[in-house]
């Protein structure tokens, strides 16, 4: 089956910092989605990005379909966004979701 | 639009008990997925279904199932437990209007079943 690798697997930033995280899947995919992990278990919608770019105020991402990578961009980092981002992938003729094992990013007052 | 529901949000069994949870999906959508999510394994696809029919299973042992209901709600059932089963499950639903998996998945705010 699918493959989804995450990088880096932590990551401490200052607030007003860049990051970028990178999700790596090992075959083509019908759906791509990232996410972030509050602190209570919660899985919140970042982006729908099977392929193309996407932004939604100080975050973007972008999906390279043909070398089946995605990439989400934080920009001007806060400490509200703080905790464990995921992607998920399903690949295609499937309907099952395999999700990556995360990057938990901590962004330092 | 309300959002994906599960009942209950907390519970804590013992080891051989047998133990449901419910999901009732955003009003529209006619799949669920269902995911186990512990510290050592992440999170792992148990299975997904559609218009009550189970379309794909992850790799979890028969004492976990599922079934869809006609209103799209959907249960999952774990039989005799193990204290491994403790974990955080999560429900998810999509629109799948055509059928297929191309949209976006909205997740309910899970169970957290501790076995003792």
């Known amino acids: 089956g699918i493959q989804v690798e995450q990088s880096p697997p932590d990551l401490i930033l200052q607030e007003g910092a860049n990051s970028t995280l990178r999700c790596n899947f090992s075959d083509s995919v019908n759906n791509l989605q990232w996410f972030h992990q509050n602190p209570w278990g919660q899985l919140i919608n970042l982006f729908y990005i099977p392929s193309g770019t996407k932004q939604n105020g100080r975050l973007s991402a972008t999906t390279v379909a043909t070398e089946r990578y995605s990439l989400l961009y934080i920009s001007s980092s806060q400490t509200t966004d703080s905790g464990v981002y995921f992607c998920?992938?399903?690949?295609?003729?499937?309907?099952?979701?395999?999700f990556g094992t995360g990057t938990r990013l901590k962004v330092l007052a | 639009k309300a959002g994906v529901t599960q009942t209950p949000r907390y519970l804590i069994k013992t080891r051989g008990q047998q133990v449901t949870l419910s999901c009732s999906p955003i009003s529209g959508h006619r799949s669920v997925s269902w995911y186990q999510q512990t510290p050592g394994q992440g999170l792992q696809f148990l299975f997904e279904y559609f218009s009550e029919t189970q379309r794909n299973k992850g790799n979890f042992p028969g004492r976990f199932s599922g079934r869809q209901f006609s209103n799209s709600r959907s249960e999952m059932n774990v039989s005799t437990l193990e204290l491994g089963d403790s974990a955080l499950y999560l429900c998810?639903?999509?629109?799948?209007?055509?059928?297929?998996?191309?949209?976006?998945?909205?997740f309910g705010p899970g169970t957290r079943l501790l076995v003792l």
């Open positions: 998920a992938a399903v690949a295609s003729g499937t309907y099952k979701y395999i």
């Open positions: 998810a639903s999509s629109s799948s209007l055509a059928g297929g998996s191309q949209e976006t998945q909205y």
